[in-house]
């Protein structure tokens, strides 16, 4: 998977008018069916000025979803450092994840992942790189702090992190990202967190509220 050339926050017009325009065709298209030179077009670019910006289809793709994850998961806060209430900030952190999950931009792209990542494993492994991974990266260096602390005891930061966002993947997900009515409430969304947090403040035996 290529590197993206460009600071993720660099918000120049021709790189968001080619962002913009690559999210549509892939959306509309698929990934396999958009070219390149499709992206240069409907972004009114060059092919000169798309490459300048991204050397390819899946560092593009990439910088897709890391701005989502950018602009929705990883919002300042999400990882507050002086955490009072282990609860409520696991609450915090795993309600911001479900809604991100949930929200339209996100089920589009990870359906389209699905259906194409096997013809082009690039894509999926762009997709894990800047998106789960990066997620669990920084959850993973939360709970170790919350550990050291001794808010919660871990052994290993890393699978906690893993074990935590699988908790926020209930049925409920699987249901929005199949469209199966009805959609998520948002009595089942703060259900589901509470139950996920509930569930892992029990096995990580939080010495300050256990």
């Keep these: 998977m290529s590197t993206p050339s460009h600071p993720p926050h660099e918000a120049s017009p021709k790189r968001q008018a080619i962002v913009a325009a690559a999210a549509r065709l892939f959306m509309a298209d698929g990934y396999g069916k958009t070219s390149m030179d499709a992206i240069a077009r409907e972004a009114a670019v060059s092919k000169a000025t798309l490459y300048a910006h991204f050397a390819s289809k899946d560092q593009l793709f990439a910088t897709i979803v890391g701005d989502a994850c ?11 450092t002086g955490v009072t209430d282990m609860r409520a900030a696991l ?4 309600e911001r994840l479900l809604r991100f999950l949930l929200a339209a931009e996100t089920q589009a792209i990870q359906r389209m992942v699905i259906a194409e990542s096997q013809r082009f494993p ?11 991974q990066t997620f669990l990266s920084h959850l993973a260096e939360w709970l170790a702090a919350q550990s050291a602390a001794g808010r919660i005891r871990i052994a290993d930061p890393a699978v906690a992190a893993d074990q935590f966002g699988a908790l926020l993947r209930p049925l409920l ?3 929005a990202l199949l469209s199966v009515p009805p959609a998520p409430s948002e009595a ?5 967190v509470d139950a996920a947090v509930s569930l892992f403040l029990a096995a990580c035996a939080a010495r300050s509220e256990a």
């Design 70 to 80: 950018g602009r929705i998961a990883l919002q300042d806060g999400t990882f507050d």
């Design 173 to 175: 997900f699987l249901r």
């Design 188 to 192: 089942e969304i703060l259900a589901n």
């Design 122 to 132: 690039e894509l999926g492994a762009a997709f894990l790189a800047v998106g789960p």
């Design 91 to 94: 609450a915090s952190i795993g």
